[in-house]
């Protein structure tokens, strides 16, 4: 069974408004989750790599004022997209790795902003 | 920037046949390589990952990595119409980075 969990799959918002993500770890700690994008027929982009109690690590171009990531616990990171628009439409995944284990994928949530 | 390079295809095989992924990637330091499914619409899974030169076998999967021409290659034997997706690759950046940089993925499809 799935071992991080994503919600919501898809949320549809009007422009202006914000949107929480959240990214679960269900069976395992992490201290470390990673938060992708992917545009239709691209791949997957690095947004941001989340660090239990402390500030997360925004990759070149993303910004950290839009994008608000929280990994207060260690089973929980949260993205806020604040201040939704069209353009920030997209595919959004969290990840997360378990131990030394391989990198388990959420199952996405699909984002569209009217 | 570190950059990880695939064919987009879209790579057609009958039923049965070899399917063959291939992937070059930039940065000399990456030292783990991922090859993940993707439906569309879904999440990646990872199929293979390779860390040292030479093949790796599982099942009908093959990961081929060759570092000195900064190489990794997927094949799939005996093609099925599930086997039917996008395919990414993916490498660590180097300096034992968790981070993973994807290629932009080829979409394979299986024809019954």
């Known amino acids: 069974g799935a071992v991080v969990s994503q919600h919501p799959s898809w949320v549809i918002c009007k422009s202006g408004t914000s949107v929480k993500i959240e990214c679960r770890s269900l069976?395992?700690?992490?201290?470390?989750m990673f938060w992708y994008r992917q545009f239709p027929k691209q791949s997957l982009m690095l947004m941001a790599t989340?660090?239990?109690?402390?500030?997360?690590?925004?990759e070149q171009g993303v910004e950290k004022d839009k994008f608000l990531i929280n990994h207060a616990s260690l089973t929980l990171s949260t993205l806020t997209v604040t201040s939704a628009h069209p353009e920030d439409s997209s595919f959004y995944i969290c990840?997360?790795?378990?131990?030394?284990?391989?990198?388990?994928f959420g199952s996405g949530t699909q984002l569209s902003v009217l | 920037q570190k950059e990880v390079e695939q064919n987009s295809g879209p790579l057609s095989v009958p039923e049965g046949a070899i399917a063959s992924l291939n992937c070059t990637y930039s940065?000399?330091?990456?030292?783990?390589f991922f090859w993940y499914r993707q439906y569309s619409g879904k999440s990646p899974e990872l199929i293979m990952f390779?860390?040292?030169?030479g093949d790796k076998e599982d099942g009908r999967f093959t990961a081929q990595l060759n570092k000195a021409s900064q190489y990794v290659s997927l094949l799939i034997r005996d093609s099925q119409p599930s086997d039917s997706a996008t395919y990414l690759c993916?490498?660590?950046?180097?300096?034992?980075?968790?981070?993973?940089?994807f290629g932009k993925g080829t979409k394979l499809t299986v024809n019954p």
């Open positions: 993916a490498v660590n950046i180097g300096g034992g980075s968790e981070k993973l940089v």
């Open positions: 989340s660090n239990e109690g402390s500030k997360a690590t925004y």
């Open positions: 390779i860390y040292s030169n």
């Open positions: 940065d000399r330091g990456s030292q783990s």
């Open positions: 990840s997360a790795r378990r131990s030394n284990e391989k990198l388990f």
């Open positions: 069976d395992f700690q992490a201290t470390t």
